[in-house]
């Protein structure tokens, strides 16, 4: 069974589109991240969700939109796609929240790319 | 800013023998936790190995081992016996404040038959 599950996993789309990521873990996890990894590979944390509430929102564009319907789930929203909104997005869950050390557990990522 | 440094964008092994790869980090924390993730060609992020810093024992897991030195704030890893499957990008983590992870730029580990 899969731990933390995407979709799509690929997502080529035209400037200007307004696009959605979803999201899903069967881990029972607590708290729910998006990350974004860019054309260099590095990782960047995005935003974060425990039980449904908004506990990180690093500055991002307001394009961006997390949605979290259940602690099971965190979609991400993406309004008015940009070219360097192209890159991989990283979903995962992990257990606890501040300071808890808890293994983040990472989903496939889906490749954005827009043209 | 708190950040965490890998000063070797690319490292070689042979097949068998044994690599470090380093990582260095800021902190103004006295606990946190610090790991290691390697994303093959596939992309997929899986954890190797992570370690508690109130801990004074290097965690182990199997062939991949860590050398953390608190004091000087280093967290380098060793992988033994390498193996053709441990070719990937390995990225250093620390986990700071709200549960997020702060990664290095990685160091991409090729793995020679």
């Known amino acids: 069974d899969t731990a933390v599950s995407q979709t799509p996993k690929y997502l080529v789309t035209q400037m200007g589109n307004d696009k959605s990521i979803k999201c899903e873990q069967n881990l029972g996890h607590d708290t729910m991240y998006w990350y974004k990894q860019d054309s260099k590979k590095f990782l960047k944390i995005m935003f974060s969700y425990n039980n449904k509430e908004l506990i990180i929102n690093e500055t991002v564009p307001n394009r961006f939109s997390p949605k979290s319907p259940d602690k099971a789930h965190l979609n991400l929203h993406i309004n008015s796609l940009e070219l360097g909104d192209s890159a991989v997005y990283f979903c995962a869950s992990s257990e606890g929240l501040a300071g808890g050390g808890g293994t983040q557990y990472f989903g496939p990522g889906t490749r954005l790319l827009v043209l | 800013a708190q950040t965490v440094t890998q000063s070797q964008p690319e490292m070689s092994v042979q097949e068998a023998e044994t690599v470090t790869l380093s990582c260095t980090y800021d902190t103004s924390e006295s606990d946190y936790y610090l790991f290691w993730y390697k994303q093959p060609p596939s992309r997929q992020m899986i954890l190797v190995i992570r370690?508690?810093?109130?801990?004074?024992q290097n965690a182990t897991e199997n062939r991949f081992s860590v050398n953390f030195q608190k004091a000087a704030k280093s967290f380098s890893l060793k992988i033994s016996d390498s193996q053709l499957g441990d070719a990937a990008m390995y990225f250093c983590?620390?986990?700071?404040?709200?549960?997020?992870?702060?990664f290095g730029e990685g160091t991409q580990l090729t793995v020679n038959p």
């Open positions: 370690q508690e810093a109130y801990k004074q």
């Open positions: 983590a620390r986990e700071t404040s709200g549960s997020r992870l702060t």
